[in-house]
């Protein structure tokens, strides 16, 4: 049963445990191991900017889209206080056109709230933004540990049957989501994907 959140009321009454306010560790150890090769990233679900400020900062072209409009009002503030060039927009994955093929996807906890909304136009979303050789890392709750609170959880059988027609499964491993509580860190997936 898909489970629809108002992430904007969220934003607005500060109910927001994944925005630590620190780039994604698991990100960093991607970049740190040169794994994402481009130049352009497109992050969607980009929540208040962390991550994509990030990635500006070290170079790549940054486009990052989200739903919320309170979020991407303070990621436009974090990129200017940074003083990184970062295109913030607020868009809908599922209806919106964002453009691309981009060389890199990247997204921190929005694959797994798609996934039980559109599979269908999640999965045609991913087709039309990136092309053969495109990269795509994604931060998805685990399974193995659904509590609650806690993200979506997905399994390792759904992430091979739902994105393996369309992405070649580089790696899968297992990581602790960083949140805004130091002794709350939900399991997840770091999946980093290559399209086919
Ligand atoms: C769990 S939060 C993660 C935010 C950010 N990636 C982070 O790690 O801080 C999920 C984010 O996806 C955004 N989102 C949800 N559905 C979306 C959609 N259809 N299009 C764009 N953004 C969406 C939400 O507004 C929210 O910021």
Redesign the pocket.
């Known amino acids: 049963m898909a489970e629809t ?1 108002d ?2 009321d ?2 607005l009454r500060g109910e ?1 445990p ?3 306010g620190k780039p ?1 560790e698991e990100l960093l150890r991607v970049l740190g191991a040169g794994k994402l090769t481009g130049r352009t990233v497109l ?6 900017g ?2 994509a400020v990030e990635l500006a900062r070290r170079g790549f072209v940054v486009t990052a ?4 409009e309170p ?1 991407i009002r303070i990621a436009r503030d974090k990129a200017r206080a940074a003083a990184v060039a970062v295109d913030f927009r607020m ?5 919106d056109a964002l453009g691309g093929p981009y060389d890199i996807l990247f ?4 694959y797994h ?2 996934r039980t ?1 559109d599979l269908r136009r999640f999965q045609e979303f991913l087709r039309k933004s990136t092309r053969p050789g495109s990269w795509w890392l994604s ?1 998805a709750g685990n399974a193995k540990e659904d509590t609650d609170p806690g ?1 979506p959880v997905v399994s390792e059988d759904e992430i091979r049957a739902e994105l393996g027609p369309l992405f070649d499964i580089v790696e899968l491993r297992e990581f602790r989501f960083t949140t805004n509580t130091a002794d709350f860190r939900p399991l997840g997936w770091s999946i980093l994907m290559r399209r086919r």
């Open positions: 959140v992430f904007t969220r934003y927001t994944w925005d630590s994604s992050e969607f679900g980009c929540g208040t962390t991550n889209v989200d739903i919320a979020a868009a809908d994955v599922l209806k997204d921190c906890g929005v709230c798609l909304i931060m993200p």
